[in-house]
């Protein structure tokens, strides 16, 4: 009875000896210290900034493009040769980069390095989020952390390939996904086919890169009397609410990152 009893005791204790191996481990990895973003700002001047609702066009030298969203800033070296090869971004861009065998272009977003010597790509990148996105439409680029790490990632990314960055839990992901809604949002064109009005408003948030709220009692936004058939090109963000709010019959407000549309 008694060599039972200890063997049990000692069974029980292995138990709790892994068991607080288990817990040790798990806290390790949930309590991991979050990476700190490299800050865009130092030792650089503001390039642009697209203060207004509609996206602006920004041309760089070697026909490369910038299409800046709203509420967006980018930045350049000062006092450097060719410094629109090295540009820096707080907010929504896309940046069309054609072939450029002699000097790669590189885009800091304070969480990665972007580069490229010829992609079309959107990055999604403000400096307050703790989260950024980079989506290719074509070519290919180099995603690398800007960060010291200890998971220093590097991705390749070509045309449908997708990387996301978390600096709050250091990771760092790639996916893929359907380009379709790029390439529409780059030629500048907005078509709503009879859509719903919850779907549109949700591409009206990716687009210009806000936060819609609605407000209004009993609404049934998901009945087809809500759908929403139009159509508009290079848009800005006021004369899209214009439309609809004629059409649907809403009121609406825009504030810095966000829309507040009242039925």
């Not at 029980?12 to 800050?39: E, Q, R, T, V, W």
């Not at 709050?168 to 009879?194: P, Q, Y």
């Not at 890169?209 to 049934?220: M, Y």
Request: hydrophobic fraction near 40%; include cysteine.
């Amino acid at each position: 009875m008694y060599k039972k009893s200890l063997y049990r005791n000692n069974e029980l204790l292995l138990m709790i000896g892994i068991l607080s191996l288990l817990i040790f481990n798990i806290s390790c990895h949930s309590h991991k210290k979050p990476a700190n973003s490299f800050d865009i700002t130092q030792n650089n001047t503001l390039f642009d900034k697209n203060d207004s609702t509609a996206r602006e066009i920004i041309p760089l030298s070697g026909n490369n493009v910038v299409i800046l969203n709203p509420r967006s800033k980018l930045y350049k070296p000062a006092n450097v040769e060719k410094a629109d090869h090295n540009l820096s971004l707080d907010g929504d861009a896309f940046f069309e980069i054609s072939s450029t065998h002699d000097t790669p272009v590189i885009i800091h977003t304070g969480m990665l390095n972007l580069i490229t010597s010829g992609s079309f790509f959107r990055v999604y990148a403000h400096q307050q989020n703790p989260g950024q996105t980079v989506k290719v439409l074509r070519g290919r680029l180099v995603a690398e952390k800007a960060y010291s790490s200890d998971f220093p990632d590097t991705e390749r990314l070509d045309a449908g390939d997708m990387v996301m960055i978390n600096k709050d839990i250091d990771l760092m992901e790639k996916e893929t996904f359907d380009t379709t809604s790029l390439a529409a949002w780059w030629h500048g064109n907005m078509v709503f086919n009879h859509a719903p009005f919850n779907d549109v408003m949700r591409q009206l948030e990716d687009w210009f890169d806000v936060e819609i709220e609605i407000k209004g009692n009993n609404l049934h936004l998901d009945d087809s009397s809500y759908h929403i058939t139009a159509s508009y090109h290079d848009p800005g963000l006021k004369a899209v609410l214009d439309s609809l709010s004629i059409q649907k019959k809403f009121r609406y407000k825009i504030g810095k990152d966000r829309v507040e549309i009242s039925f």
